[in-house]
């Protein structure tokens, strides 16, 4: 670990960070966070130094951690470690603050005072940045520094990369993706084993990968926050969390997720982001993806982004969406990019903020979609053709039917049937009209099918 | 199309490019070449002009467009059209020149005398990177100019911008991918159809996926030009073409595409490379890959490339993998960093060219592998004996064997069996021994498998 104090000058909107491609100084990191990523970035930056300074064109040099826990430091310089976090942000001999604390209070002061004093951030923290994101962006163009942020979305995989400047040619129109690592593990065990949404989540709590406190996770919260990135990149708009549709996994059963399976179908909890001529969708929730696809072959905590552009046509990218050294590898690639060249030169969110326009985000009773519907029946006749008038009168069209066998524990009829595209508020319609036929008991199930299709099979 | 004569400044190792970020000036374009790919970037730059320049910060604009054959101007300023390619490396109106001429005589000259003249150069021409790029990347190092060649991997896919950039904290480990469309257009068709190789070839001809003169697509050369490319980035060595080894898929059968696929295996034509203690892989061939892998499920003319690094673990990158406006999305995303940017500050092989280091390559006699090993042997007592012996005798474990049915054709009896992994040069003795068995009809047919796996299943 090095800590060259010399100053490569600080940044200001007209005095620019000037690249020190050629020089040998060190790009000077204050390190803010020590929990699993924090610890995760020193090794990683101790283990591959040479490496990256060959790459980089000079050293990544830590110059200061701070923790306002205590922690082993690890064979480290142990006068490089402090308490106080919000210090490092004033420290003279600090390039970029990289935040790892999580949170939206202290992270967000943090930020912003780096911000204030001139230094460039590299985060983690998807909520600080679909929270305040449009604020922060805007104060770090102000300062003439970059919040770069690859590692807030799916973990390792350089999607923002991707997005920000791999397609940069591009008119992108729609991405879908396996963004939350912790759902897409209990709905892999759930379709695997039969087992029930609350089990396999005690199970992902017992092996790390769930908090204490899920919701996030499993609720959609997380993938939204990193859906609202994304789209912002894409669509080139201002960052929309707060207009995004989010539909958790928790009412998930095996029931459905099994009878998605027989009709060829896997249910994955999905990111997607879509533009129309009148606005953009902004949604996260279950869908079904036809079992050939590749996003149906996600499993477990992996992470995966198709993306959809006009020139390139489909993408995908999938790695590990979570992890100590995953997220390590993002945030080590951003800091790379900025003691390679000046990060200002690369628009935060791949539009310069001065043209970013904000986009109308569609209500979700607005978007269209196929249904995977099912009701539970008494076993009466007639209920399947009370189904389909309903349907019909709504104009919604029957893509495949499947009227079961009557269930032994309960003795109803399971109906399960795969619609057409039809707009939300129509099937919201059609859906409580069958709610209050005599012979259908309890709510009437309905999930989406995603309609966005890597189709690898041409 | 904008052609704003105003000058940005040439380029010489003393006076680097200067990045016009906050300039209006536009990025001058020399395109040289006007095939499919090149109308192709034509077009999307046209159509998402202002998108491009609001993500670039400035315009890109084409200057001139060159080609030795005649083309409709299609709505272009035909003032902009030129029979002289060479001379389009002249220019001082220039700042890049976009190379879509293919093959290795007027492209070498051409990227030549653009470098020496002080241009940038952006290139999709992988046979020229991978014979000469050695030279050309130090003569653009030494006129402070880029060569960048993210459409000459991939297609579309941003898989140099990912190992350049987005993995750039990681010790890389090894590479496996599907990085030539024709050929697995081939496979997969032989796979699903049965069909013979030269039948599928044909209808791949008629259909315009394969050339007039299949052989470097079939035999594995393009596949090796790209394979050098990523492999120079990955492990940080000068590109190795002329050292990689290739094996074409002309001489695989349906037979055995099948018997793979009942022992749970789906054979594409692979690129690998590996980096050991002492050396690195360089490899293509067709290879056994699990059919529960997302490789397996790559098909027709899509490509895909796993990333096996040492912080992020395996990541995976899909998409289409030629095709012109595919292309020229690669070819634009190189155009906008240059745009953004001084190209210099990111090393063309990520690594600074002066830190590359020599690797040895492994010769293919040396590489471990499982193997797929085929044998038909007469209907007689005692062969599957004599063939355990010989294996035995090289030290070699049987994975799994199957004796089928003698064959209706020949009367010949079908031998299959996959080994563990041995050193190549054992299994070719033990093939050489069971050659010479009088048994053994033929030659046995040896296919590797492929032992690189995202095991998407956890």
């Not at 990256?52 to 922690?71: D, K």
């Not at 930020?111 to 923290?125: D, F, L, M, P, Y």
């Not at 690592?181 to 017992?206: C, P």
């Not at 079961?404 to 099937?427: A, C, F, W, Y």
């Amino acid at each position: 670990m090095q800590s060259n104090p010399s100053s490569t000058g600080s940044e200001s909107p007209k005095a620019p960070f000037v690249s020190s491609f050629r020089k040998d100084d060190p790009l000077r990191i204050g390190l803010c966070g020590l929990g699993t990523v924090g610890k995760a970035v020193i090794n990683v930056l101790q283990r591959n130094a040479d490496l990256i300074a060959h790459r980089a064109g000079r050293p990544l040099s830590i110059i200061n951690c701070a923790s306002r826990r205590y922690y082993e430091t690890d064979g480290l310089d142990p006068d490089i470690f402090s308490g106080d976090v919000l210090a490092s942000a004033d420290r003279d001999d600090v390039d970029v603050i990289v935040e790892l604390i999580g949170g939206t209070t202290t992270a967000y002061e943090l930020v912003r005072r780096a911000i204030t004093n001139g230094k460039h951030v590299v985060t983690a923290n998807k909520a600080l940045l679909a929270e305040h994101g449009n604020e922060l962006f805007d104060l770090a163009r102000e300062h003439g520094v970059v919040i770069a942020f690859e590692a807030a979305v799916a973990g390792g995989i350089p999607i923002i990369k991707a997005l920000r400047e791999g397609l940069a040619g591009n008119r992108i129109d729609a991405i879908a993706g396996i963004i939350n690592g912790t759902g897409n593990f209990i709905l892999t065990e759930m379709q695997r084993e039969g087992s029930d949404f609350f089990d396999v989540l005690a199970e992902a709590q017992a092996r790390g990968y769930a908090e204490a406190d899920p919701t996030f996770d499993v609720e959609g919260i997380d993938a939204a926050h990193k859906l609202a990135l994304m789209a912002s990149i894409a669509f080139g708009m201002p960052l929309a969390f707060e207009r995004t549709y989010t539909e958790g996994i928790s009412r998930l059963t095996p029931f459905d997720i099994q009878h998605a399976a027989q009709l060829g179908y896997i249910v994955k909890h999905l990111g997607i982001a879509r533009r129309h001529e009148g606005g953009v969708e902004l949604r996260v929730h279950p869908a079904l993806v036809p079992d050939w696809h590749l996003l149906a072959r996600i499993d477990g905590v992996l992470n995966a982004v198709v993306v959809h552009a006009d020139a390139v046509g489909q993408t995908l990218y999938c790695g590990a969406g979570a992890g100590g050294e995953a997220t390590a590898s993002a945030v080590i690639a951003d800091l790379v990019d900025l003691a390679r060249h000046d990060g200002t030169s690369t628009p935060m969110l791949g539009t310069l903020l001065s043209k970013l326009t904000d986009q109308h985000c569609l209500d979700i009773n607005d978007v269209e979609s196929a249904f995977y519907i099912r009701l539970f029946a008494r076993d009466e006749p007639g209920v399947l053709a009370s189904v389909a008038t309903i349907l019909s009168n709504e104009g919604i069209n029957i893509e495949s039917i499947m009227q079961k066998e009557s269930d032994e524990q309960n003795g109803l009829i399971p109906i399960v049937l795969l619609t057409h595209r039809v707009q939300e508020s129509r099937m919201n319609k059609a859906l409580a009209s069958m709610a209050d036929l005599d012979q259908i008991i309890g709510e009437p199930v309905r999930i989406r099918v995603a309609d966005l299709l890597l189709d690898h099979r041409n």
